[in-house]
């Protein structure tokens, strides 16, 4: 069976930590079939791609600090802290669960809430 846990942590460094939006990243670990829902709203791989160079943008340095992933067969789910890297004054619990075909993400399922900051960035999970 494949270690998906160890997966999503590459996807959490390479992809989301990552300062620069690398659309090349973003095609090695999410399926052209992406769907992502958050918050209410629904985002397909077009749209995540623009979520993503949207978050890059507003938000280049976060850290996400990882506090459980449980593995059940292809979909893990995920209860983790993002944070802005350097000043830590904006933080959001997403709770996630993550579906995958092969070594890829095709799904997403997540819930977030602003533990603390800006309240206009409470729409940072969906941000467009």
């Known amino acids: 069976m494949i270690d998906y846990k160890s997966r999503l942590r ?12 690398k ?3 973003v095609n090695k670990y999410f399926s052209q079939n992406y769907v992502q829902h958050v918050d209410g709203k629904t985002l ?3 749209g995540f791609n623009r979520h993503m160079k949207t978050l890059k943008k507003d ?5 996400i600090n990882i506090k459980t992933l449980v593995q059940e067969g292809n ?20 709770i ?3 579906r995958f075909e092969g070594d890829q993400i095709c799904y997403c399922d997540e819930l977030t809430y602003l533990i603390s900051g800006d ?3 409470r729409d940072l999970g969906s941000r467009i």
Do not use: A, R
């Open 59 to 63: 938000m280049p340095e976060i850290k």
């Open 23 to 25: 659309e090349e990243l």
């Open 10 to 21: 590459e996807v959490f460094s390479e992809v989301l930590e990552n300062p620069v939006y």
């Open 119 to 121: 309240p206009k960035d």
């Open 75 to 94: 979909t893990v789910f995920s209860n983790h802290i993002v944070s802005k890297k350097e000043t830590g004054d904006m933080k959001i619990q997403v």
């Open 96 to 98: 996630g669960e993550f």
């Open 44 to 46: 397909h791989f077009e």
